[in-house]
């Protein structure tokens, strides 16, 4: 009951504390200032709050040193991708809709969004996009790359049965804007498509979102261990 009070190092446990007091005591017909029990469920509650209220500032805060360096990153990358193009290098940007403006062209709702960055990912995609129309036949899919060569994958296999769409920069005003357009019912990101801003965004509008054949090489999860701060939440 003590520890109910004091500081703990687990939020998880002090809110477990303090619900399992509210229930048993608040709702019982005690109160705070009636109880001992309520006044340690009142001091755990606060407790909570002021706790949920730190992390959420420090995922704000990281939140926005990542887009901010995202953003110097593709401003220092810009120069490069204008020079390879002007000596047709590289492939395409699709700017218009790398910015999030997916208004034009789409099915009829109920959506589904499914991203898959390029030609492995869009194969990988194909039988379940075809499970998802024969469970769900009034559902329409738009089927998102970052890559051309995705995109071929896409017309060629999945012509007339899924919408193509590049996939928005992972900024706050692309994707909000992206995801005004599509709105989705839910999102399907292929194999390690994590996107904090994108994710994040789901999230505020209660869209669910998921991985499909999921996997991660052992290089790629020691980066994320680099990064706990912004990969954990994910």
């Known amino acids: 009951l003590t520890s109910a009070y004091v500081p703990l190092g687990a939020v998880g446990i002090r809110r477990s504390i303090a619900e399992h007091f509210?229930?048993?005591?608040?709702?019982?017909?005690?109160?705070?200032?009636?109880?001992?029990?309520?006044?340690?469920?009142?001091?755990?509650?606060?407790?909570v709050y002021e706790e949920d209220g730190l992390i959420e500032t420090r995922r704000g805060v990281i939140r926005v040193l990542y887009t901010l360096a995202l953003t110097l990153g593709l401003v220092l990358?810009?120069?490069?991708?204008?020079?390879?193009?002007?000596?047709?290098?590289?492939?395409?940007v699709q700017?218009?809709?790398?910015?999030?403006?997916?208004?034009?062209?789409l099915p009829p709702e109920p959506r589904c969004w499914i991203h898959a960055?390029?030609?492995?990912?869009?194969?990988?995609?194909?039988?379940?996009?075809?499970?998802?129309?024969?469970?769900?036949?009034?559902?329409?899919?738009?089927?998102?790359?970052?890559?051309?060569?995705?995109?071929?994958?896409?017309?060629?296999?999945?012509?007339?049965?899924?919408?193509?769409?590049?996939?928005?920069?992972?900024?706050?005003?692309?994707?909000?804007?992206?995801?005004?357009?599509v709105r989705?019912?839910?999102?399907?990101?292929?194999?390690?498509?994590?996107?904090?801003?994108?994710?994040?965004a789901l999230a505020g509008r209660g869209v669910p979102s998921m991985i499909a054949n999921g996997r991660i090489s052992d290089r790629s999860y020691q980066r994320y261990r680099w990064v706990p701060f912004l990969t954990r939440r994910m």
Not at 36 to 45: I, N, V
Not at 95 to 105: A, E, M, S, V
Not at 123 to 148: C, F, K, Q
Request: glycine share 12%.
């Open 22 to 47: 509210q229930q048993k005591v608040f709702y019982g017909g005690l109160t705070y200032n009636s109880h001992p029990l309520g006044c340690a469920a009142a001091l755990a509650t606060i407790a």
């Open 184 to 200: 989705p019912h839910f999102f399907i990101g292929m194999e390690t498509e994590l996107w904090p801003n994108f994710l994040g």
């Open 95 to 105: 700017l218009p809709q790398r910015l999030g403006h997916i208004g034009g062209g």
């Open 117 to 181: 960055v390029s030609v492995g990912e869009a194969m990988t995609a194909i039988p379940l996009v075809e499970g998802l129309r024969r469970r769900w036949p009034g559902l329409s899919v738009v089927l998102s790359t970052v890559t051309p060569t995705g995109a071929r994958v896409v017309a060629d296999r999945l012509d007339g049965v899924v919408t193509h769409c590049y996939f928005p920069l992972d900024l706050p005003g692309p994707v909000q804007r992206a995801l005004d357009g």
């Open 77 to 92: 990358y810009a120069p490069v991708v204008a020079i390879r193009r002007l000596f047709r290098r590289g492939h395409a």
